[in-house]
């Protein structure tokens, strides 16, 4: 026998008798393996180790309110979000987690720094007073009145400041333009906003820190 | 034939049964396909598709039976069949213009243990050996990709690294970008024979520089912070316990033979910005396959060439639901050096491919894409042209396409213009 063979062979014994190393599982489905486990070895893949994910067709959690984290996976997994990554992505990815795996993710990606990579340069003024203000004469409410002045969220409100402009565009749009996601009044909030207003408010948004 | 008979049922059996018609990988994860493959594009690798091709196939659910099937059907049109065929002698003549059931595979893949996980692929080619007259028209099965790979995860909200082994049977097929010498040809099909002899199958890619069989090999590799990619690997005959990583290719032994182990490397640097992701890379190999044409014995080593490839690739792609682009581009060098039985030094050769592709796709529904190839070389080597292409997804795991090839040179062809052809296939997954 060659030395390549025992070598393969050596690898496979040892990673067949390898037993399962419960902080290193990427299992959805079992009540024993810890949320801290979970948000690292799976959600990271998409939202990033510390939660600060890379792309933005994944939101940023690191500071995410826990509320809102728990209350979305409840969600995902009811499948009472519809908007397509919710449901072709996430409602998978939620449905065998229990209650407190649910919480224990939440509080990790909380518990993380959030940081801020928007790119974005230009005048941010307008956004900033329909965040702060809304638009009296449309009846848009004040972005503020949910989400706190600095974006920092509140409860099942979630936080915005420095989340990606994309993303938060894509989600205006789903609330706009949808009925994907019947949880939140959001819908009524987006309807009188144009589409230069949404902009607007998401550069703002991913400005902030 | 009773074998494509049987295949064609459970195939059709399965599409139609109105379950839930998700593949192994999407069972075990609860997701639908577009979650790994952009735009649902099989299958080209979304930034989470990497990851759980890099961790083992472990993220999710272990299944009892991990098992899915794929099947082509498909119909080519070439413009001057018996053109090509006076040229070429390449049968080209038979099935043109008609409907066939060219290819199917039946995988088993997904998660083992935590660690371990696996894709194994077994292929049906309907055409895959001659006739008395000798028509490719008899079908026949034989082990396709492998990959059982153990892997690992440490993460910090500082640092994250993946690192693993591993075992498989193509040299590349380990790697997680669709720029690598196994993937980025995507569009399963009966190549090189009639019809289909110059469909984009077969039009040049970057590759290993080996033909035939399968082999076996062993790499590690580790991709750290997401970032900084690396692997290396051994490949030999995959021969004694190995030996199913070539089940039903060994005809004739030689087309899978490698003189001692053949090393394997591949370096990336990716990086993910908004909605964009990029990815630079540098590959090589360096093996001694057997020279199937001037070699005398398999235990001669005289009887072995020394092929050498190195290559640079690259990939961008933009995810932001419902858009999903991506633009690659490969080129490549490849130098062949005779075997010592050569000795007219006929089998010495300096090529260099490049390929370059765009897509896009809309909604993960409707696509498009417009890919260039160009290989360098005298009269009988040289070979240009493009592919473009539009398919539909209807459903998540069936795609409909219709794929143009046109040639401004075609290797040793006088008319490559003859040869240019359009083929319509289903593509179905279960």
Known sequence: MNKFLIIAISIAASALSACTVADRSRALNNPNIEGKTIAQQVCSSCHGEDGNSRSAQYPKLAGQQTAYVVSQLNNFASHARTDRLALEVMAGMSSGLNEKQKQEIAEYFYQQTPSNTSLYSGDTSLGKQIYNLGIQERSVMACAACHGELAQGQQIFPRLAGQHKEYLLKQLHVFKNTHARPDTPMAMVTQNLSEKEMEQVANYLSTMK | ?430
């Open chain 2, 1 to 430: 034939m009773v074998s494509k008979n049987i295949f064609i049922w459970i195939l059709l059996s399965l599409l139609c049964s109105g379950a839930r018609a998700l593949p192994a990988f999407a069972n075990q994860t609860g997701q639908s396909c577009l979650a790994c493959h952009a735009g649902g594009q099989y299958p080209e690798l979304t930034s989470y598709g990497r990851i759980f091709k890099l961790t083992g196939y472990t993220i999710g659910e272990k299944k009892t039976i991990p098992i899915s099937v794929m099947g082509v059907l498909g119909a080519t049109h070439m413009r001057q069949p018996n053109s090509i065929n006076d040229q070429s002698a390449l049968n080209t003549p038979i099935n043109n213009n008609k409907p066939n059931f060219e290819t199917g595979s039946v995988f088993f893949a997904g998660k083992v243990t935590d660690n371990v996980g696996a894709f194994v692929q077994v292929t049906y080619d309907n055409y895959a050996a001659p006739d008395a007259a000798g028509n490719n028209v008899v079908g026949h099965t034989a082990a396709d990709t492998m990959d059982f790979r153990w892997a690992d995860q440490i993460v910090s909200p500082t640092r994250d690294l993946i690192y693993g082994f591993s075992l498989n049977n193509n040299p590349s097929v380990s790697d997680p970008w669709n720029t690598s010498w196994a993937w980025m040809n995507y569009v399963p099909a009966t190549a090189g024979k009639g019809a289909n002899a110059h469909i984009d199958a077969t039009t040049p890619y970057a590759g290993s520089g080996l033909s035939g069989g399968h082999y076996g090999g062993l790499t590690s590799y580790a991709f750290l912070n997401k970032t900084y990619y690396a692997e290396v690997g051994l490949y030999q005959t995959a021969k004694g316990v190995l030996s199913f990583m070539n089940a039903g290719n060994t005809d004739p032994i030689q087309n899978a033979t490698l003189s001692s182990t053949n090393p394997y490397w591949r370096v990336a640097y990716n990086k993910d910005w908004n909605a964009s992701n990029m990815m630079v890379g540098l590959s090589g190999m360096a093996s001694h396959p057997y020279d199937l044409n001037n070699g005398v014995s398999l235990s001669n080593p005289l009887s072995y060439q020394s092929v050498k490839v190195r290559g640079i690739d690259s990939q961008y792609q933009y995810l932001l639901d419902p858009h999903t682009i991506t633009v690659q581009a490969v080129y490549q060098n490849q130098v062949v050096l005779a075997s010592g039985m050569d000795a007219s030094g006929l089998g010495n050769s300096n090529t260099n491919i490049f390929r370059g592709k765009a897509s896009y796709i809309y909604m993960a529904k409707y696509g498009s894409s417009l890919a260039y190839f160009n290989q360098s070389g005298d009269f009988s080597m040289a070979t240009q042209g493009n592919t473009a292409e539009v398919f539909y997804m209807p459903l998540q795991n069936v795609r409909v396409g219709l794929q143009f090839t046109t040639f401004n040179k075609l290797a040793g062809i006088v008319n490559p213009s003859d040869a240019n052809s359009v083929r319509l296939y289903v593509w179905a997954a279960y």
